[in-house]
């Protein structure tokens, strides 16, 4: 995640923060012992049935479950630069 970080010139800072708090809390604790190319469909829905199940709110849960792709995409990314 922190080359994700590094886009942050392109971002406000408060949209910043908030991807930061959402990976670190939501999305991490799910996948920080798995590599990035081992992530299953599976995987995530687990990691979003549980957000389901944590009680947040539909607009938190839609904030998370965007980002999910949006880090995939770009890891996918950095991985093809290299």
Request: charged content about 20%; some cysteine; proline content about 6%.
């Amino acid at each position: 995640m922190p080359a994700y970080y590094d886009e942050s010139h392109r971002m406000q800072q408060s949209t910043l923060d908030n991807a930061k708090c959402v990976f670190n809390t939501h999305i991490l604790p799910y996948f920080k012992n798995k590599p990035i190319n081992s992530i299953t469909p599976t995987d995530i829905r687990t990691c979003q049935n549980a957000q389901i199940d944590s009680g947040a709110s539909n607009a938190y849960l839609r904030d998370i479950h965007k980002k999910i792709p949006a880090i995939m995409n770009y890891t996918v990314k950095l991985a093809q630069q290299f």
